[in-house]
């Protein structure tokens, strides 16, 4: 049953969260850097009465709220809150002050969420236990989630289990969206860089080793490793992201150098063993057609993110007093973005949504990590609402 109690009070919020998380969109900073986003975070919370603890894991910031019904236990809800490099093309009023950074994933979204969440829950802390609003910088693939984990998140503020949840463009506006088990896929990166002698390219490229063909055969050998090594019935990606070599001004030149680096998405461990040895061996067989030298290094990210079926199961009872259960997917088919929330959930069992962010009236969307991304302002309540709505759940009943 839709608890419209939680969705009146936190609509009259709306307009405030609204100006607030437009604010961090105009003031983005990357990974680790977030000392503005963190100083505004930690002055909401301490206005709206909670406990703050600031600097967790560099620039994390965890928000404490005990309820006021006795019982010991402990719960975790996390947003993210840094930005992207990226040029922002929006050309909206609160479009980023900050050149070449932008909140082109949701980040200020997600952590205006949670600080509605917040205000609510300091002014109505009708459960037993403790919630840990979690605050996490750099998601980004600048190591926020295991920044905060060395600095003892969970030692310092202990949970039995943990929450995320992410904005999704295209999604139904208002739907949820999750599923038991692999949500989200591992992500890693491979550099690869060819070495040459160089040489002159029009008058005597038989003296070359030509790091370029090589480098031009290797991204083409790059696509077999799906098609050909990974059973057909596993999911995995490769993915060229950039190719450097030469120089533009000096077209006749064969460059000595040229590299070529992506990313790599998977969720099974056998298939990640796979991907890094073949994506190795092959630059070593181009290099070697070439007469080049080549030094290759793949490194994984984030592990697979996995739901537990329980935390899955009061994700979507919580989810159910917020929006109608034809609004609540509970078997979406995975999806291999990355997310380095999954080094919490290797810790804590957990369960991680998607938030539908909806499309224009014509289908159309943009979607995240492109310039002209812009979250959805109409569905903080809904965020904010679901993460009461998940304390109510999880720590409504004394516990034992």
Known sequence: MIDQQVLDAIGVYHPELTTLRQDIHAHPELGLEETRTAALVASKL?????EVTEGVGKTGVVGTIRGK????RAIGLRADMDALAIVEQTGLPYASQNPGKM?????DGHTTMLLGAARYLAENPDFAGTVQLIFQPAEEGRGGALAMLKDGLFERFPCESIYGMHNGPGMTQGHFYTCDGPMLAASGRFWTTFRGNGGHGGSSPHLAADVTVAQAQYVLALQTIVSRNVPPLETAVISVGHVAGGDMESLNVMPATAFVGGTVRCFNAAVRQVLERRIIELAKAMAMAQGCEVESRVEWGTPTLVNDAEQVRVAVKAAQAVVKLSDIVDDMAPITGGEDFAFMMERKPGAFVFLGNGTAPDGSFHTV???????????????????????????GETAA
Request: with cysteine; aromatic share 12%.
């Open 46 to 50: 301490r206005e709206w009465g909670v």
């Open 369 to 395: 990590h492109t310039p002209k991304y812009d979250f959805n302002d109409a569905i903080i309540p809904l965020g904010a609402a679901y993460w009461v709505s998940l304390v109510k759940t999880q720590l």
């Open 69 to 72: 019904r006795p019982g010991n």
């Open 103 to 107: 909140h082109a994933c949701g980040h």
